[in-house]
């Protein structure tokens, strides 16, 4: 259970497996069980859209589908900057997630993405781990976030990467 075992790791947080449905609303809860951000699923709107608000209700970061867009893509937003893009890449059979950050190193998700089951990575480096095995509970997933990285930012893109990877109806 890696997830409860103490090392030098930065902020690990839990996530419902079955991401919300526009219009719903859900809590990110840290190792300890408290409500660190709520992902508000923004109804009414022609494109997916999320906001990552922390527990006060401040808007940490909104992530939105772009249409329009030859593939899968969705941008995270923090006021009026984009901080990343998201996309899935066009090789293999598995879905593998691309980030174009706006102001540094872009990063790729890689792994089991459908499970629950993959890594963030910058450069090579392991920035963050996605992972079910880690609770007991069915519907939920972790997120454990490398020291020195944004915890906003990764969850938005575990969100967006969630969004995107959902079988469409």
Known sequence: MGFLRQHDAGHRFQMRQKLLSIGDDFW???????KVYKVNGKAMRIRDTFVLEDRDGNEVAKIQEKKLAIRDKMKVERGDRTLATIHKAMIGIRDRFDIDVEDGEDLKARGN????EYEIKRDGDVIAKVSKRWFRVRDSYGIEVEPGEDDALILALTVAI???SRVRD
């Not at 990110?28 to 408290?34: K, S």
């Open 162 to 164: 969630d969004n995107m």
């Open 28 to 34: 990110i809860e840290d190792e300890d069980g408290d």
């Open 113 to 116: 993405i459908t499970d629950h």
